[in-house]
């Protein structure tokens, strides 16, 4: 089992950022991809960002592109969402998920991750 637990969450306005951290904790052996994934009331959970755990693949929705980083820090076994130039719709709970699942990319799909966070809501104001 991998436990996940997400952290850095909070109230920003228009234009300013946050890091959301993502730790890792239990069976993180052959851990392939993390992903980090939003969801607002009423949708679907919708992909944000991914990353290789050993390679140096990441992969980003259109929407986030340019404004969004992740990057990981193996030792702590952390994962971190940087996201700047945050809008009102960047509100959403933010969840981290982890796949054993392999490819030479980070895996986009929410179905393909077997592990997820509890979520930190992400709210934008105007």
């Known amino acids: 089992q991998v436990q996940l637990v997400e952290s850095g969450g909070g109230l920003v306005q228009a234009g300013g950022s946050l890091r959301l951290s993502c730790a890792a904790s239990g069976r993180t052996l052959n851990v392939n991809s993390l992903g980090w994934f939003r969801q607002t009331p009423g949708k679907e959970r919708e992909f944000v960002g991914c990353?290789?755990?050993?390679?140096?693949?990441?992969s980003y929705a259109d929407s986030v592109k340019g404004r969004f980083t992740i990057s990981r820090d193996n030792a702590k076994n952390t994962v971190y969402l940087e996201m700047n130039s945050l809008k009102p719709e960047d509100t959403a709970a933010y969840y981290c998920?982890?796949?054993?699942?392999?490819?030479?990319?980070?895996?986009?799909?929410?179905?393909?991750?077997?592990?997820w966070g509890q979520g930190t809501q992400v709210t934008v104001s105007s």
């Open positions: 990353i290789n755990w050993h390679g140096a693949s990441t």
């Open positions: 998920a982890m796949t054993r699942l392999y490819d030479l990319v980070c895996i986009r799909a929410s179905g393909d991750y077997d592990y």
